[in-house]
């Protein structure tokens, strides 16, 4: 009952969140070794330098001529510059011969350049004629070639720590000879769902009371699309002894545990009891609409979180707080690339500043008018998924912000 | 050589998708039947309908007493309504008893409101005194509960078809009792890499004149993320048998051939001549930078892309062509949600307009700075991985549209 009537004090989300990540130990995460294949979105441990030059020699970007610029400079189509032609370097060889002022090699796009030569003609701007070389127009030293290490030199950070591999950054390694490296390995998530009217989705023939579990499917998506692995222990009814063996049980091999549930307020007492029992309750409330009812805490140095039974609330609460929370555990550095993710839409209604102080996530569908994108707010309470399958993101009203006007652009952050 | 001078007709990057798109043959991709643990971010092959009402029965969103709302209208703290309190319902069980006008019934959050029942008084608005309950809020029918069937209703449609599935629409499913689904299969993407200087990344000694394979990397990545499933065909060198029965082997047992490499002109007419043995060339050359020397056509129903061999052509040219392709192939339904992905800065450098109206994609880096969002262009030949791995996204400047000065606000799509 407490609960209800506003035990404790609800905090903002911000400090619910600075709360939890600032209470994470200064641990870093386990490492592992991953071939190449499997390590696209996985997290990068230690700095990765590049074990030798890329390219290894210096290349011709162009079919052409390999020359010493100087050779050309004046070179006009009134008055062509005349070098003499050497002779051809082949694809995939060492350059068989140096060349020397006045000599020009034919050489075709990715050849190795010869000893002598610091630039290349592009094939159509030069003529063979009876073992001379005709060149129309000028090279700059440099000019038409990457140089030996221009990608990347030996030794030089090619991958930051931290850093989320995206399949340019596989090439970037693959180009080095890097098949195999350090990532950390992904934080187990344990996921208990509680409540005594819960059934397994698999369920064919619903009890009467009984709905199906959903929860646990939304958690263990989202977690594993945050970079997790996510590990099901199962549904257990209002007990607290039953939830104390499930919690120690998912404590012992996992490095965050998320309870759900909670639809009665006797599980959001067993969980506040759980973790206080064995660590720190951080905060039992948030001024925020849904998940309100949330609370989070460490225990044996993990953080543990008491989401709301309400799918709607889990899915947000998972967003705003668990996300975050596990990104770190990971390892993942923050990147400005994180701030991908929203588009801008005018609302189709207006929407309210949302009574008490809480701040509110709203869930809008997107459609198109006039060329234009809006956000049509998706109304019902977060007790109905359809809520979230109907909705393509939620605008975010902080507390104490007056509500919006329909017409007014907002960021809708997609999920 | 022709190619370098400008062979055919370069086309704009829209007008050669337009190209392929159209070209696609109207047959819908293959489908299986996928448990509902592997079927995030899979694509739906036919609408979902939900087999049974959910919830399955009316249910209080709150703890309180289940009643008939007539008996609370007017209700207030100085003139309660007095209600006959009937017993207790209890959580995951048939109400065992029906109310009628002047009865109340306790009910847990979560619990089957019993027949007769309308609404919910919650636990704060009413007080038990000896066998009666004090009544002092008035609800509305309705009130406090959800409704059998408002989640949804038995035979209608949950999920559309080609809708990729996000964590909450498994949370549906599952709500509903469905744990297998027909899903499309994942279209094959077969990726042939050429050139006599590509060595395996896996190769601990390059021989002289030799470089590593990037490409097949960066393409399978990017098309496993787009929803692919990427096959490497190998690294073929520069010959047409080879190549050709490299592509003959890829065609057999996939559903979109992709081969690179082409930093010899060769290679490019190869291909080419592949596809116009054995199919139609739609385009040769398309007006963007990087990506100009791209080509595309089909051969048995199935499109063949020959993309640049430069690392930062070939992830452009995935980006622009590729992706879109592969993702009416897999089933996908384009949604306003696909339109997230990209942030604004302001540009810390101006860029020119790019000479013969060519589409630019110019990568750049995002900084912060005076809690503004910049994106600094990453200069450097498409040839360098590099430029790839510092950057964060792109910027588009359409052909014909003049530079972007210094401070100027664009799009950056991020990759």
């Excluded at 990540?21 to 386990?30: R, T």
């Excluded at 592009?122 to 990608?151: C, F, Q, S, Y």
């Excluded at 945050?226 to 091999?253: Q, W």
């Excluded at 044996?300 to 705003?320: I, N, Q």
Aim: glycine share 12%; with cysteine.
């Amino acid at each position: 009952m407490k609960d209800m009537l506003g035990r404790g004090e609800a905090v903002s989300p911000e400090e619910a969140l600075k709360r939890i990540v600032s209470a994470l130990p200064d641990v870093l995460p386990k490492t592992e070794n991953v071939l190449i294949e499997d390590a696209l979105d996985r997290i990068v441990a230690h700095e990765i330098a590049s074990p030798e030059d890329m390219p290894p020699f210096t290349r011709s970007t162009v079919d052409g001529y390999a020359v010493d610029a100087r050779d050309t400079f004046g070179a006009s189509e009134t008055a062509p510059a005349y070098i003499a032609f050497k002779g051809e370097i082949l694809m995939a060889q060492a350059a068989p011969f140096p060349i020397s002022r006045g000599e020009a090699a034919r050489i075709p796009t990715g050849g190795m350049l010869p000893e002598g030569a610091d630039a290349v003609v592009m094939l159509e701007h030069a003529n063979e004629t009876g073992g001379m070389l005709e060149v129309v127009k000028p090279v700059a030293p440099g000019e038409n070639l990457i140089k030996r290490g221009e990608d990347a030199r030996k030794g030089e950070g090619l991958i930051s720590k931290g850093h989320c591999l995206r399949p340019q950054d596989l090439a970037a390694l693959a180009g080095t000879g890097i098949t195999e490296m350090a990532l950390f390995s992904r934080p187990v998530v344990s996921i208990i769902i509680t409540g005594d009217e819960i059934a397994p989705a698999g369920e064919t023939e619903l009890k009467p009371g009984f709905v199906r579990d959903m929860n646990s499917y939304t958690l263990s998506a989202m977690a594993k699309k945050a970079g997790g692995i996510a590990v099901k222990e199962g549904i257990v009814g209002d007990d607290f002894p039953l939830l104390k063996g499930a919690f120690e049980r998912a404590l012992s091999r996992s490095d965050m545990v998320l309870i759900t549930g909670g639809s009665s307020v006797g599980t959001r007492d067993y969980t506040e009891r759980l973790i206080s029992e064995g660590g720190k309750v951080l905060f039992h409330g948030v001024a925020m609409k849904p998940g309100k009812p949330m609370l989070a805490g460490m225990v044996e140095g993990k953080p543990v979180f008491g989401l709301p039974g309400h799918p709607a609330a889990v899915a947000v609460c998972f967003d705003v707080f668990v996300k975050p929370v596990l990104r770190r555990l990971a390892g993942r550095a923050g990147s400005l690339r994180d701030r991908a993710g929203t588009v801008q839409a005018r609302l189709s209604k207006g929407v309210g500043s949302g009574a008490g102080g809480r701040t509110q996530y709203i869930r809008v569908a997107l459609f198109e008018k006039d060329g234009g994108l809006w956000a049509e707010p998706v109304l019902g309470p977060s007790g109905l998924i359809r809520t979230l399958v109907h909705a393509d993101g939620v605008i975010i009203i902080p507390a104490g912000r007056p509500g919006m006007n329909r017409g007014e652009e907002a960021a809708v952050r997609i999920f």
